[in-house]
């Protein structure tokens, strides 16, 4: 079990990112409840929510706050 302990860390890793910024799944079930959302959902749907005009500043900074907290979570395993 000691020489599976770093493979188990990688898996746990990349399911963590994979789960984490789920994008194609919550899009084709469509989910009424927006609390069930992905994180990787908000900086689309930031873009769609305003008409006319993306304002890129708001998307730009949605985008950095959801990679930081994976960042986060790489450098703590």
Request: proline share 8%.
């Amino acid at each position: 079990m000691p020489l599976a302990k770093p493979a188990l860390a990688s898996v746990a890793v990349f399911t963590f990112i994979n789960s984490w910024t789920g994008f194609i799944g919550p899009l084709l079930y469509p989910w009424r409840d927006p609390t069930k959302y992905t994180v990787a959902l908000g900086p689309a749907l930031l873009r769609q929510a305003f008409i006319g005009r993306t304002h890129w500043n708001l998307v730009m900074a949605g985008t950095t706050l959801m990679i930081l907290q994976v960042i986060l979570v790489l450098f703590m395993a």
